[in-house]
């Protein structure tokens, strides 16, 4: 399984983003896409996830403001960021987790810069 992750960028405080994942690969037992975070200096954090159910979870800081969702037809995942804030800056991670295996598939990342 292959991640490519894009739509990263400079914004300014209170603007958006929207982030693509584009999937592709042998995802036939793929059950969870998510979106991590990761901030200067820290550890990688969750920020949302959506299951093949279309059942989606956010971390407190993204909800009402963070939006995940799925094209299957083109295998992508997005996150749409709204209201940004400095704190939101870091390199956004995509992943796919096969539940049976346990095993998680990582993008690249993409940089988001939200200046004050």
């Known amino acids: 399984v292959q991640l490519q992750a894009s739509g990263g960028g400079l914004v300014q405080a209170e603007g958006s983003l929207r982030l693509a994942c584009e999937v592709s690969?042998?995802?036939?037992?793929?059950?969870?896409y998510a979106w991590y975070h990761q901030a200067p200096g820290k550890q990688r954090l969750l920020v949302a996830g959506?299951?093949?159910?279309?059942?989606?979870h956010y971390a407190g800081s993204a909800k009402g403001r963070f939006i995940i969702s799925r094209d299957t037809a083109k295998n992508t995942v997005f996150l749409q960021m709204n209201r940004l804030q400095p704190e939101d800056t870091g390199v956004y991670f995509c992943?796919?987790?096969?539940?049976?295996?346990?095993?998680?598939?990582w993008g690249q990342g993409t940089l988001v810069t939200v200046s004050s």
């Open positions: 959506i299951r093949n159910s279309g059942t989606t």
């Open positions: 992943s796919a987790s096969e539940s049976r295996s346990l095993t998680t598939f």
């Open positions: 690969g042998n995802i036939q037992s793929v059950d969870i």
